[in-house]
């Protein structure tokens, strides 16, 4: 693609693709010469799966995704880079209400999968956005705190963040892990109640970052520099709380989240679009991504310094606020 | 073999359900939405998805063999058949498949859902098509006849007149007779249609 072609960005509804949208609607991609066609994707192995065919030239993706994608994790290998961080916090853990009466959630929840499995019936479940994303290690981690082990006593799945409130409601799962707003909306439709925030446990982890191939970079520097700097400045947008009103208004619309404003402004509290050390991608950030797929047994051992240095890109990051 | 597919657009699974006649033995099914319970029932061999599905991700999740799940799926994937898999992406399909299942059983499952999906594709277009181009003949009818009464012309000299307009703007025909009638609206004092 040269400048003057149309970028396709791919984006799932969530309040953490606000960059994306706000570069769009606000005219940052136009500040830096850039057209682009934003495109709602249904799920993140769409998401990946397009960026990595080159049907899509970028996407808003799950931090982790791109390690998996580059170590062939769960898919065919190809070398994804991650040149921007989108945000910091927004992933929570939402239990059923059936769960948070009297007391302590986690203790009742810990205390029902107990009896479940000494009365030999079948495992709460719960659900995850993604095997790889911070959402799937948040809720592990979280269960392992309650003495939980989220392998043996309970049943962990994939479940769509839109269906989270109705899963809820019908039974089908008695708690989630997702991003802004479905906690919001499942505590809106008084089905479920948020117990653990991401911002309590690890602050710094990185949810979201911008997603490209290595290949697609190396082929198009000036695009991709455009593009992070018409992101960085979008970032600065959305995270400006007198923006908070249109920024809602503007996420809400059918073609985005089609979700209510009050969901998303709920929301938008816990998640850091940019300041302090939100927007570069740290290697470091690489690393203890890593360590969780390592824990969980995603992957066996890797070369994580070599892993970290070529996915995670602060390089491209500082050339693009630079110059 | 048993197939099925997940496609929140029934025509299409539909359509995709048709061109799999061909392919014996199969059983296919077809549903809008995962039902893991209703999966473990019908226990396929083969989940053609559309890419538009959310249920991508769940069937992603089940590459791990447990008690819900005792038949571990992938994504297929035929190493032998480079540039297949961003087809398949293109056309807007995937497809999951048993662990351990041939890779030659599989392609022309997914062959015919991708040439299905194109053919879906192409109708929606044409039928879109089909209908703008309905009503900018409607809209030119109008136009002419607006120009008829308005100036004296017969149809004949009407119609030049529009191709004359659309030739010097460099617009399509349709949009100037659009135009022409929303100005004629303005000028009576009506509406702009």
Known sequence: MSMTGELRLGFIPLVDAAPLIVAQEKGFFA??????????????????????????????????????????????????????????????????????GDGEPGARLAHLARRRQEEGASPLTLAVVYPYSIHNYLLRHWMAGLGLNPDVDVRLTV??????????????????????????????????????????????????????????????????????????????????????????????????LGVTPQAILASLGEICFTGGEVNPPRPEQAHWLLEQMTRWGQIGEVASDKVAERTWRPDLYLAAEGG | MRVLIIDPDPARAALVAEG??????????????????????????????????????????????????????????????????EEAVRAGVAAYVVDGLSAAR?????????????????????????????????????????????????????????????????RPLGAVAADLLAFAGVLKGGDPI
């Open chain 1, 31 to 100: 500040q830096q010469g850039l057209s682009v066609a934003l495109s709602r994707e249904g799920s993140w192995a769409t998401i990946r799966d397009k960026v990595s065919a080159g049907a899509l030239d970028g996407a808003h993706m799950l931090a982790p995704m791109v390690l998996a994608a580059s170590l062939g994790v769960g898919s065919e290998p190809r070398a994804m880079i991650a040149p921007l961080a989108l945000n910091q916090g927004g992933a929570a853990v939402t239990l059923s209400t059936r769960l948070t």
């Open chain 1, 159 to 256: 479940a769509p963040p839109s269906r989270t409130a109705d899963l809820l409601a019908e039974g089908v799962i008695e708690g989630f892990c997702a991003g802004a707003p479905w906690n919001a909306v499942a505590e809106a439709a008084g089905v479920g109640q948020t117990v653990a925030r991401i911002g309590d446990v690890w602050p710094s982890a990185p949810d979201k970052v911008l997603g490209v191939t290595e290949f697609w970079a190396a082929a198009n520097p000036a695009a991709l520099r455009a593009l992070l700097r018409a992101l960085i400045a979008a970032a600065a947008w959305a995270a400006d709380v007198g923006n908070k009103t249109e920024l809602a208004a503007m996420l809400s619309r059918p073609e985005y």
């Open chain 2, 20 to 85: 799999l006649i061909g392919i014996d033995p199969l059983e296919v099914r077809l549903a809008a939405v995962f039902d893991e319970s209703a999966a473990a029932a019908f226990q396929p061999d083969v989940v053609v998805v559309a890419s538009e599905s959310p249920d991508r991700d769940t069937l992603e999740s089940l590459r791990e063999a447990s008690a819900a799940n005792p038949r571990p799926v992938v994504m297929f994937v035929d190493r032998s058949e480079p540039g297949l898999a």
């Open chain 2, 106 to 170: 599989v392609r022309p499952i997914l062959e015919v859902a991708m040439s299905r999906f194109h053919l879906m594709h192409q109708l929606r277009a044409d039928l879109a098509k089909a209908k703008a181009d309905l009503a900018s003949r409607k809209t030119v009818e109008r136009a002419k006849s607006l120009l008829m009464k308005e100036r004296a012309l017969d149809e004949e000299a009407a119609y030049r007149l529009l191709r004359k307009l659309s030739m010097d703007t460099g």
